[in-house]
């Protein structure tokens, strides 16, 4: 039986955090799916595929690795791809009751697919897409926190939004 992780995230944009998750997801699957959402909370900073694209562009041609957009309930996603289980990082205490209430919502809907909760690196622990974002909005370096390409992106998103202010 093939074992199959759904990684799913907003990856606005991904960090050097979900590739280490990513790369833990993949060290305990056989095949792991980065499921990038479509509809998120708040309007995010990159369009869904700029988001999608990053995520290709640091991950290159991975084997078993495989990046998808979803929509609509994350469970319903895991179960049409035949998914085992889900992964999440949890970094400090204030993830853990939200990732808890969602993993046992999700349990509810789709009780055969197990969330696992896997620990990032200690120097990435306080890594998070929107402090990446709020730092490069305002020209501060994120040099070691996103891959090269993310940081290009940034830059040029943020230059784009500044330009398009004036
Ligand atoms: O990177 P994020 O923002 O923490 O990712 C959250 C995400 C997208 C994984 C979560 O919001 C989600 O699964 N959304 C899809 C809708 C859904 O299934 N909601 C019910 C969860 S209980």
Redesign the pocket.
Known sequence: MTRLAVY????DPITRGHEDLIRRGLAIADRVVVAV?T???KEPLFTLEERVDLVKTVFGRTPRLEVRR?D????DFAQALGAQMVVRGLRYVSDFEYEY??AL??RK?APEIETLFLVPAFDLTYLS?SLVREVARFGGNVRGLVHPAVSRALTAKFRSTHRSRR
């Open positions: 799913p995230g907003s990856f959402a509809q998120m909370s979803f609509g309930l994350l469970m209430q969602m919502m999700n809907l897409s």
